[in-house]
């Protein structure tokens, strides 16, 4: 196998990095947009927030989110109890609502 030349490991660390803080910057955009009930603009996602669009490219793995926000009770308390991110490229967000 191949050893990579030291500019393309720099590239990929870098882009490691990128792809963490753009991560990073979408999961604390949609926990704030949860806090305050602000789920016009969490709706509009794609293009209100940070990253939106790189985040889900596609809706159906972040439509889920309303169908749990929708069956909590108006005046549940949101918790986030996992925010990980597996891979260097999958941000895994797990929320409670009590």
């Known amino acids: 196998m191949e050893q990579p030349i030291p500019f393309e490991?720099?590239?990929r660390?870098?882009?490691q990095v990128f792809m963490h803080r753009s991560m990073r910057?979408?999961?604390?955009?949609v926990f704030d947009r949860i806090r305050t009930k602000d789920l016009e603009t969490l709706a509009d996602y794609r293009s209100a927030s940070?990253?939106?669009v790189r985040a889900h490219?596609?809706?159906e793995h972040f439509l889920p989110?309303?169908?749990a926000l929708g069956a909590a009770d108006e005046k549940a308390a949101p918790e986030r109890i996992f925010?990980?991110?597996e891979s260097?490229?999958?941000?895994?967000?797990a929320y409670v609502f009590s």
């Open 83 to 85: 925010d990980q991110i």
């Open 88 to 93: 260097g490229a999958l941000a895994m967000d």
């Open 9 to 11: 490991q720099a590239l």
């Open 50 to 52: 940070p990253h939106g």
């Open 65 to 67: 989110l309303f169908v």
């Open 25 to 29: 910057e979408f999961q604390a955009w």
């Open 13 to 15: 660390e870098w882009a």
């Open 57 to 59: 490219p596609t809706d």
